[in-house]
């Protein structure tokens, strides 16, 4: 990295801190990412000198905060390499987006007998919003089966998706395995089937470049706070054609262009999504988060996740009893590593490592069809992110064979 | 910090209770019966209890899967509720409940017997619910003696 990884700390005031009386290592960063100074103290600017509503202002301090809370719409367009920042809309997180995808678009689209193409590996936002579209239309959801690296298998793809399928969406990289998944080729697989490509990138827009254009993609949804935003930001980015034919969800204020006693008209894409007061603020962090991001850039930021799969994977291996989930390939692991020591519930192991300092999750991992298909009810889950460095690998491997000693 | 406040957490007869659980397994002639989860660990809990004439419990078996903490718990649960009426194991789920979480230094022994060594979970709150599974388990059995989630 441009920036060496021990001034990129002290960006995180978060960090310098003990925890049970040991340094904080945090390794929850799939869960939710800390946030830098700047991105702090862009809110701090944005609420003591700018604050007021977007849009309806004829005052400087609304033209201010108009011109911030639009201003983050161009940094995604040039992080994500959208053709325009027409096509950005602000949501409160990845959830939102998806659920406003299926509602918003698929349920005016399908029809009984329609198929929605999923993964065993989606997290329940990538699940339940479709579920809910299929009792409303009466389509269907049919699941991809994943090969041993965790990824959805191609071959097996091009069996499920087809005339029937409607839609495709996937997570490009699995919040549990860290896997990621071939999005290109499978893109083209429901293009070839006139279906729609919807992808979840919230586990991989934070971690590695991802352009929408290249992928030939229709959706893309993320959140703001695993990426150094703040918490209540998202983005859904769809093709422009898409979106004018999606409906918006939130009707009401400042959505709308004239309001008739019977009837209204809205306001184009992306301002008719984005009824009522929106984050203002938490925006115009999201974009000094993506400015950071990409001052240090996604490449650097992949290679350095990638540096610290390949060292501390094979030592995570040798301890005793541990279990990997996915693949045994450090490549194969975007900053992601579920396990769990053999014969120790997770939450045991969990509550183990915080006394040690260090912050991982345990539980399902809001994947309970993927914990199915790996045969356990809960894994732990270590998430690494650009902030963690080589001691914090080591003291998770420490921490862990302290773990296995306690419970001997 | 040293992982000796743990101690206070895993103690030896929590330990033993996790390895080796009593009343495991399942009652073929049980008169109630019921599944709980725990949706934010994805533990699950079967409970079946089996009545006397008297309306006593006459026997209890638990199965599923759980960290330590509520394979314990559910153990000593069974131990402690065994030739009581359901009005008592209200009274015992209240006071395990307040004992876990309220840090009052009441003593609960006399009520809740050997499962009193778990109160050191009150200082670790995000094993609360762990701890509790199996007593609202076997609250909800009798009470309503349905097919429940939590």
């Known amino acids: ?408 | 910090m040293s992982l000796s406040s743990l101690d206070n957490l895993y103690r030896q007869m929590i330990l033993e209770h996790a390895n080796q659980p009593h009343h495991h397994g399942n009652l073929p002639t049980a008169d109630k019966q019921i599944e709980l989860r725990n949706p934010t660990c994805g533990d699950v809990l079967e409970l079946a209890v089996k009545l006397d004439d008297s309306g006593k419990i006459a026997d209890v078996a638990f199965s599923g899967t759980g960290c330590t903490i509520s394979q314990a718990s559910a153990s000593m649960m069974t131990d402690e509720v065994i030739g009581k009426t359901p009005a008592q194991v209200a009274e015992m789920v209240e006071a395990f409940s307040e004992m876990i979480t309220a840090k009052t230094d009441k003593d609960y022994e006399k009520l809740l017997g050997d499962a009193v060594v778990l109160e050191g979970v009150a200082q670790f709150p995000a094993r609360i619910k762990c701890a509790t599974l199996a007593w609202k388990a076997i609250y909800q059995a009798l009470q309503e003696g349905g097919h429940e989630h939590e």
């Open chain 1, 1 to 408: 990295m441009v920036k060496k990884i021990s001034e990129l700390r002290a960006d995180f005031p978060i960090l310098d801190q003990t925890v049970n009386g040991e340094p904080l290592v945090y390794l929850d960063n799939a869960a939710s990412s800390q946030k830098p100074k700047q991105v702090i103290q862009k809110l701090v600017d944005y609420y003591e000198h700018d604050n007021a509503n977007v849009h309806r202002g004829v005052h400087t301090l609304s033209q201010r905060a108009t011109q911030a809370y639009e201003a983050t719409r161009d940094k995604v367009k040039r992080l994500i390499n959208a053709p325009s920042e027409r096509e950005v809309v602000y949501t409160k997180g990845t959830t939102e987006a998806i659920n406003w995808i299926a509602r918003g678009y698929a349920q005016k689209i399908l029809k009984p007998g329609d198929e929605i193409v999923l993964s065993y590996a989606e997290h329940h936002s990538n699940i339940v919003p479709w579920q809910q579209v299929c009792e409303q239309t009466g389509a269907k959801l049919v699941y991809l089966d994943l090969n041993k690296r965790g990824q959805v298998e191609l071959a097996d793809a091009k069996q499920k998706i087809g005339q029937k399928t409607k839609l495709v969406s996937l997570a490009q990289v699995s919040n549990v395995l860290g896997a990621l998944n071939p999005i290109k080729e499978i893109a083209e697989l429901a293009h070839a089937n006139q279906a729609i490509m919807v992808v979840d990138g919230a586990q991989s827009v934070p971690h590695m470049p991802v352009d929408v254009q290249a992928l030939d993609i229709d959706f893309l949804a993320f959140s703001g706070h695993k990426m150094l935003g703040p918490t209540g930001t998202g983005i859904l980015w769809g093709k422009r054609e898409l979106l004018e034919l999606m409906s918006p969800l939130d009707f009401g204020g400042e959505m709308i262009d004239f309001v008739e006693l019977d009837h209204s008209t809205f306001k184009e894409v992306p301002w008719k999504f984005e009824g009522g007061t929106q984050n203002i603020a938490g925006v115009i962090g999201l974009g000094e988060a993506i400015d950071y991001l990409l001052s240090i850039g996604l490449d650097q930021i992949q290679a350095h996740e990638q540096a610290l799969m390949a060292d501390v994977l094979p030592k995570l291996q040798q301890i005793e009893g541990f279990e990997l989930y996915g693949s045994p390939d450090p490549k194969d692991h975007l900053g992601i590593i579920s396990f769990n020591l053999a014969g120790l519930h997770p939450h045991d192991t969990a509550t183990v490592l915080d006394m040690e300092g260090v912050a991982v999750r345990a539980g399902h991992h809001c994947a309970q069809p993927m914990m199915r298909k790996l045969g356990v009810p809960a894994t732990a889950r270590a998430s690494f992110y650009l902030y963690n460095t080589q001691e914090d690998a080591d003291k998770l491997v420490d921490a862990l064979q302290k773990t296995r000693e306690f419970f001997k």
